[in-house]
């Protein structure tokens, strides 16, 4: 199987020529996002505080979205670069996924056992899991996973030995990340944010990234945020909203406010690479 990497300037060449801009405008639109992200890509640096929906998870516990993701799969496609930033900051890499996560993985706090491309078995239901899992792996570790369904901080942590003999190698767990838990998050971007449709795939995916991440903040209230923590996605949904879409990319930039960058930088890399490509799409 061809690398992240590879895959990514694969696409490259069969993006430009879908591009209605001419090829030395839309290169130039995409040179900064290629150019970071081909040197985070070289940099080999660990960035895992950027993975597993870290953000999702503190506004699922704050009640202020639903724990699970029940909502039809999307059958809009975002973009390629969109894809494999979304993987990297999960998994950094086919091969760190294959000697580090192809097994069940607890990345502590508040998550729940953690199988593939950042799937946490504590945020779905055991439907959810058997709707999600049961084309990618044996019925075994199906139930495997699903004895793990809801369970999250402690309680993930006391089952991830009876989750042992589960193993899910890269090629299955892209697949599954693929045309399962992509097209859901895409579909819950588009449901709460107006006028995606007109975006294009490259700036709908840098949004979908960053819904995977952050969860669906775009419509906390000032009222019930009192620390402003969602201020800029909140900005975000009133720029989609009335078409202020070259603002957007500030929106993104602006909120690494909210991280440490010695305790987070993996949030700050992500943050500025959704903002690149949200740009390079317009």
Known sequence: ?????????????????????????????????????????????????????????????????????????????ISRRAIDLIVFFEVSSESVYQSKYRGAIWPRGKSGVTVGIGYDLGYVSEERIDEDWNRYIDSDQLELLKSAAGLRGDSARDVLNSLSKVDIPF??????????????????????????????????????????????????????????????MRAIRSHMEFGRLSSIANEIKSMVR???????????????????????GL
């Open 1 to 77: 199987m061809t690398s992240i990497a590879t895959r990514r300037t694969m696409l490259l060449g069969a993006s430009v020529s879908l591009c209605p801009l001419t090829w030395s405008a839309f290169a130039e639109s995409l040179s900064d996002f290629d150019s970071a992200f081909k040197g985070i890509l070289d940099s080999g640096d660990d960035l895992r505080d950027a993975a597993n929906r870290l953000e999702a998870k503190e506004l699922s516990s704050s009640g202020f979205s639903a724990s699970q993701i029940d909502i039809a799969k999307s059958e809009r496609l």
């Open 258 to 280: 909210l991280w440490d960058v010695n305790e987070f930088p993996g949030l700050h890399k992500r943050r500025q690479l959704e903002a690149s490509l949200f740009e390079a």
């Open 171 to 232: 090629s299955i767990a892209f697949d599954q990340f693929r045309y399962e838990a992509l097209p859901r998050y895409t579909a819950l971007t588009e449901s709460v944010l107006p006028n995606t449709s007109g975006l294009s795939d490259d700036s709908l995916g840098a949004l979908v990234s960053l819904t995977y991440n952050r969860g669906p903040s775009y419509s906390v209230s000032e009222s019930r945020d009192k620390s402003g923590r969602y201020r800029e």
